[in-house]
T-cell receptor
Framework: AQRVTQPEKLLSVFKGAPVELKCNYS??????LFWYVQYSRQRLQLLLR??SRESIKGFTADLNKGETSFHLKKPFAQEEDSAMYYC????????????FGSGTKLNVKP | DADVTQTPRNRITKTGKRIMLECSQT?????MYWYRQDPGLGLRLIYY???????NKGEISDGYSVSRQAQAKFSLSLESAIPNQTALYFC???????????FGAGSRLTVL
């Protein structure tokens, strides 16, 4: 069965510090991984996807198939990065079921 | 205007009552989903639909039912609400073969 694990419920860092939000997955097929973000009083929205190999708002994430991980990183955290972050896996027969982790709340302190 | 609209946004009800949460979208997407968000558990898939004639159970469908009235509308029903169904419910859509989910603003349901 597919599963997404985010081990940290809360991560607090100071502004300017590096941040890494962990995500591990289990899936027997070829995974597609995503990071979604929910800012305060806003909707869940896509932050980035592994297939695009992009950097969004300074965040990057590399899919490591050997370690089955897709950790989200940013070298210098900003206060506006404070939000709830969800790692998601796209899987299923029709490749259109999305499974989410339990989320990590990032708090960036001034 | 929002692409994915959920109604009601907030609802308080009593145990045993029937509740319907509605979702409508203007994105023309064929895939629609209902998720439930609970603190510490993240988002869990309740039901999903790939078109009007296709309804599928997700991880936690017990106690819920859905109706895909049209391509643009996907309703979630709780036939007899119970307190542990108190949660934030999200509707989401995706286009065919798309990788991205578009979420509604959420419907907060409290069952007393």
């Amino acid at each position: 069965a597919q599963r997404v694990t985010q081990p940290e419920k809360l991560l607090s860092v100071f502004k300017g510090a590096p941040v890494e939000l962990k995500c591990n997955y289990s899936y027997s097929g070829s995974p597609e991984l995503f990071w979604y973000v929910q800012y305060s009083r806003q909707r869940l929205q896509l932050l980035l996807r592994h297939i695009s190999r992009e950097s969004i708002k300074g965040f990057t994430a590399d899919l490591n198939k050997g370690e089955t991980s897709f950790h989200l990183k940013k070298p210098f955290a900003q206060e506006e990065d404070s939000a709830m972050y969800y790692c998601a896996l796209k899987a299923g027969d029709n490749f259109n079921k999305f499974y989410f982790g339990s989320g990590t709340k990032l708090n960036v302190k001034p | 205007d929002a692409d994915v609209t959920q109604t009601p946004r907030n609802r308080i009800t009593k145990t045993g009552k029937r509740i319907m949460l509605e979702c409508s979208q203007t994105k023309g997407h064929d895939r629609m989903y209902w998720y439930r968000q609970d603190p510490g558990l993240g988002l869990r898939l309740i039901y999903y639909s790939f078109d009007v004639k296709d309804i599928n159970k997700g991880e936690i469908s017990d106690g819920y039912s859905v109706s895909r009235q049209a391509q643009a509308k996907f309703s979630l029903s709780l036939e007899s609400a119970i307190p542990n169904q108190t949660a934030l419910y999200f509707c989401a859509t995706a286009g065919t073969g798309a990788n991205v989910l578009t979420f509604g603003a959420g419907s907060r349901l409290t069952v007393l």
